[in-house]
């Protein structure tokens, strides 16, 4: 069974930096585009940053210039570096892949167990 988890959260003061990771293992024959999502008590869950297999990325404006996601195919991981970090920032943050386990079967997701950003002075 394939399973992601998530580290790097945690409080941060207004300007300050964190690395989120999300490490997927098992059993896998491709992992095709990954994201960061976010989501606080009551709203909606907001796409943060994906990133292709090619390596093409696309941020929402509000994170543009302050975040960037990244990955590493070889260790089946993906990244999200925030610096800036304001207020409106806080959230669970949760990776989501699509992945293949082998090239029969189709493609499906998977999401992390999220991680808790808090930035606040």
């Known amino acids: 069974q394939v399973q992601l988890v998530e580290s790097g959260g945690g409080l941060v003061q207004p300007g300050g930096s964190l690395r989120l990771s999300c490490a997927a293992s098992?059993?896998?024959?491709?992992?095709?585009?990954m994201g960061w999502y976010r989501q606080t008590p009551g709203k909606q869950r907001e796409l943060v940053a994906t990133?292709?297999?090619?390596?093409?990325?696309n941020y929402v404006d509000s994170v543009k210039g302050r975040f960037t996601i990244s990955r590493d195919n070889a260790k089946n991981t993906v990244y999200l570096q925030m610096s800036s970090l304001k207020p409106e920032d806080t959230a669970v943050y949760y990776c989501?892949?699509?992945?293949?386990?082998?090239?029969?079967?189709?493609?499906?997701?998977?999401w992390g167990q999220g991680t808790q950003v808090t930035v606040s002075s």
């Open positions: 989501h892949l699509w992945l293949q386990k082998s090239p029969i079967v189709p493609v499906y997701d998977l």
């Open positions: 990133i292709t297999k090619g390596g093409s990325t």
């Open positions: 098992g059993s896998i024959f491709s992992i095709n585009t």
